[in-house]
């Protein structure tokens, strides 16, 4: 039994991660931080753990807990001033927000619009998609969670590009349902306004943008552009990013469809499926890529749910790998479907 | 033509009444006031009504401007404060929030928790329902109009309360589109929490309560009970309210039909018909209202577009009466069907 | 290891028990019969079960198989055909049609439209809620399974009833999803008809009526009137039931609140709570059931998912019983929260 | 007044030019065709028309009639049919569905899968999109109303081919509203599948692909590619297309702005804004379109209602170019805006 921790527990990441921890077979989840709620029972603010946890929010992790990893689901530049003193005490940090997710620092300050304050663990960090760097995963201390538009760009773009068989420039037109967007209300998010409508936003301008061209250039080898359009959908769960992609190769309907094959063909949560579907994934760590060639463009379909494998489960199965846990326990279930 | 204005023109009540007066054949709407916008075109403010009206708004309404009408949209409590030196000013008033609609002053100081402050006005103010009190309004220089619940729950109950046929006590279930808890985000209106859920709110205490009841007991001819129970579901447009009553008298299901097809066989914009539905009322004036008779209890269905026959359209029917204009001028068309 | 299988395994409440099945500690799910797709493998009609079940759709289930119990998900009035074989063959059933619900055959025919052919086993059938017939559920071995609405009901209503309270005349107002329905599209549950609307059907004759009528008669000891109005909301899962009943003691809203806590303190599905919301429940075996007391009246929430604790979850959790495994085995997760 | 007609008046297209046309001044609607309801009053079908329409369905439409216009509203390949006879009868035709709309025979049996059967109307039909083709709509007879799709689509393209700053190769990326895909239930229009999802379809093979290529290769003045990818998101109504195009010179994001600020200063139903906006448009003739420049890609977006101006809307203002009508009139109201 591993302990482990959640600083920032009442946000939608961490309350999903007390969610799938409670039930993990191998964690028994010990402590959650949270400012505004210090001191309530954890399953008073969020009524639906009743009877499968059992503590209250603290203000602090405390070292006494002897926790084994921790993760920081907090705003973006909050976590890279609790990560020094958890590596300190030696505890693994699985990082949700996008403090350790790009590599270089001048381009997490072009994005984010501040310095980084801990270089020491950036450099360490290693980017969490582990059907991508599983490898890489086993061993690492620092995990940087993929956004969850970028998991769902990544997973679909990336195979071709390794292949070689596509140009290093690809058009995401990202589709996400609201609970992406965080639990603090706004007028974007306020039914009137999104409940009937497909809203645009942050275009070109959005955060998860180079994290897909960082993933980009390394699969291609070459310095890629990625345009990445967000989009608002009224669904509460789910993504669905189409992304488009030129051959620079004569290469078939079935050539392409191989490449996916081959690259996913083996993994228990991303699936190389005709039909991509948000219903046969919501509620589960499964993700769907899937793909049309269309003359001499590929549109690539990659599927989520974006609270699930694109954030709090992707970082369990993380965690289950830093911690040397087999990489799907506790979350091998399938989608809602329905 | 007549020359009208609106107090609180950026909420969504006063967003729908420049939408339906901006193209109202009679009608100049010469002033808005907005005290975050003021200065600002309406038409930025408001997109939708470029090319429609091309005024802006004002912090204050001006005498000087010959206005012949006024609807106050602003929230409960500040409407008493604006009404009294607009009617000093011989302007007529249609007031939307809640302030003029109960004629009791302590039911007033109950639900709303502050004393009345214009308790001249309140006694000459009328009610704005035209279809139950069409020749006072014709007269009237003080309208309430009515909530939006309130107007589909007394549609639905007050021909049977004439009847004599049911007893004055009413359970009225109503379900809500969003945009009817008005433009100001919240935690309940965040779509996350709400757009795939139905979340019941102030049960026994909404305010549209009380004005349920006044009604019922001016035509029940005694002491009503009225349970309302609202609840919130995820459309953006829309009410039905389900209202039971208990038959006290034998009466066939034809018989219940037969009052409501006499109370509205000749009204212009609200219908007694076999399905009601929100669907063929959203976006116009009028309403629906049916009926099914199970056992002793009727279930009576009141069902309109919170925005217009709910609030704004209604506003519009009230001013032609007031203004001698054909009531139905400027609302005459028909629902969005789909 | 106890061997199971479904009859009807298409639909969308045989689709939800292979969901749940697949990943039961206890089971082994070994036959699945679908008319339309015997011979294709279950994970190609269903793309979400990949990985989780690798068995083919039959046209029959075999005697050979050896399996301890069947889920039967057909429609009303096939079950009564297929339940004396396997009952011939000592397989124990749990039905999920209405065809073993009401224990009177006169009332079957009145509201089925047809004789009940198979009386024998309807005597000995017993009604699937395991929070109100737990000890009779050990030890049966024909379950009907009860219908989502009425689970809502029955929940919400039964304890007051029991307590003699409240008269034995109760109100239900309910709001379902739309996967209530089943999978054959019709106008109704076309989108835009009803994906932004609230659509009242079957009012006062909808066959869940009687079960709900059934209930309260046992718990209130009197002949009961239920007046069921049920009513299709935008959204894929969850039934919210507003269920009115009438004080007949002096009780004050505190001594309703112990009733309830009393009856379900103990439960691990059943949750007595200040805010019931099918968004904490949905995806899971959870229900909410609230209360609040306005004059005179209670009104009681009934939430749940439909498709769990509506439908194929309590039947898993009715088969926990019977094969004398853990009740909550294969169902011991929260719902999704957000 | 001019006298109009409808064949196939109770699909979605048909029945929402009836609600247009029945508050049209200058237009009476003189008749309605339908096989399965002919016979039946309109407004009993639909019964939101109920006091503004009172004519029957009628299997066919009577040269006696003295039409000056008919609309036909009826499935692919039946148009075709209908219209010889309409124009020797010397009535003036706005077809809704894709029969007229393909300049090219083979193009059309290509994507169709039969032979065109009308050549002779084909070659004198015009494409009724009247911000792009105006002066021939003034004197044309047959006029092949656009896709819902294609209007967004090339509304948001043109203006950019046009300048030469692109080139003609565009990615379509389409969300749509359930309703354009019409009144017969199916599978992926079934809530449950559809309520809280997002769905591609027909990748590649949309039959709106070869009406938005028709275009931009006439405003590029050369072969153009257009990939087109529709996706179906949870919404009655509306279409939000992004359109992608790479810059073949430099343009700076003012140079692309000023370019749709030419095109569509001077028009009265679509506009060139910052916040592209599907509320702001939906129950009106109105339609957005915007821009960002990312690196060298523009993505431009268009935004309508699919069955206003994506269909019926678009049809009305062509029949009032044709009828020598003021081009608005009967369409002239702001959009829903909440």
């Given at each position: 039994m591993k302990k482990v921790g959640i600083i920032g527990g009442t946000g939608y990441t961490g309350s999903e991660l007390s969610r799938l921890l409670c039930v993990h077979p191998d964690i028994e989840l010990a402590a959650m931080t949270s400012r505004q709620n210090a001191g309530r029972k954890v399953s008073?603010?969020?009524?639906?753990?009743?009877?499968?946890?059992?503590?209250?929010?603290?203000?602090?992790?405390?070292?006494?807990?002897?926790?084994?990893?921790?993760?920081?689901?907090?705003?973006?530049?909050?976590?890279?001033?609790?990560?020094?003193?958890?590596?300190?005490?030696?505890?693994?940090?699985?990082?949700?927000?996008?403090?350790?997710?790009?590599?270089?620092?001048?381009?997490?300050?072009?994005?984010?619009?501040?310095?980084?304050?801990?270089?020491?663990?950036?450099?360490?960090?290693?980017?969490?998609?582990?059907?991508?760097?599983?490898?890489?995963?086993?061993?690492?201390?620092?995990?940087?969670?993929?956004?969850?538009?970028?998991?769902?760009?990544?997973?679909a773009v990336s195979p071709l590009m390794k292949s070689g068989l596509v140009d290093a420039h690809v058009i995401v037109d990202g589709k996400s349902g609201t609970s992406g967007a965080g639990m603090a209300p706004s007028q974007r998010l306020h039914h009137p306004v999104c409940g009937e409508s497909v809203i645009p936003y942050s275009v070109g301008s959005h955060r998860h943008t180079p994290e897909i061209e960082m993933a980009v250039d390394m699969f291609a080898g070459s310095s890629s552009e990625v345009v990445f359009v967000p989009q608002l959908v009224p669904i509460v769960r789910g993504i669905l990013s189409s992304c488009y992609m030129r051959l620079n190769k004569d290469a078939s309907s079935e050539d392409v469809s191989a490449i996916y094959e081959k690259q996913y063909g083996a993994e228990r949560f991303v699936h190389y499926v005709k039909e991509p579907s948000i219903r046969a994934v919501v509620g589960s760590n499964h993700a769907?890529?899937?793909?049309?060639?269309?003359?001499?463009?590929?549109?690539?379909?990659?599927?989520?749910?974006?609270?699930?494998?694109?954030?709090?489960?992707?970082?369990?199965?993380?965690?289950?790998?830093?911690?040397?846990?087999?990489?799907?326990?506790?979350?091998?279930?399938?989608?809602?479907?329905?």
């Open positions: 008073d603010a969020s009524p639906f753990l009743k009877g499968y946890l059992d503590i209250s929010f603290t203000e602090k992790i405390s070292d006494a807990e002897g926790l084994d990893l921790v993760f920081v689901a907090t705003p973006h530049g909050v976590a890279m001033k609790e990560v020094p003193a958890l590596r300190d005490a030696g505890i693994k940090v699985v990082d949700l927000s996008g403090d350790y997710r790009l590599r270089d620092p001048k381009q997490y300050e072009k994005w984010y619009g501040h310095e980084h304050a801990d270089l020491d663990n950036l450099s360490k960090s290693v980017y969490g998609l582990p059907e991508l760097f599983r490898s890489k995963l086993k061993g690492a201390v620092v995990v940087a969670n993929p956004g969850c538009y970028a998991t769902s760009a990544i997973l769907h890529v899937g793909s049309e060639t269309v003359g001499g463009t590929v549109v690539a379909f990659g599927v989520l749910d974006n609270l699930v494998k694109g954030a709090s489960g992707q970082a369990v199965q993380c965690m289950n790998l830093m911690l040397g846990l087999e990489e799907a326990a506790g979350l091998d279930a399938p989608g809602l479907g329905v």
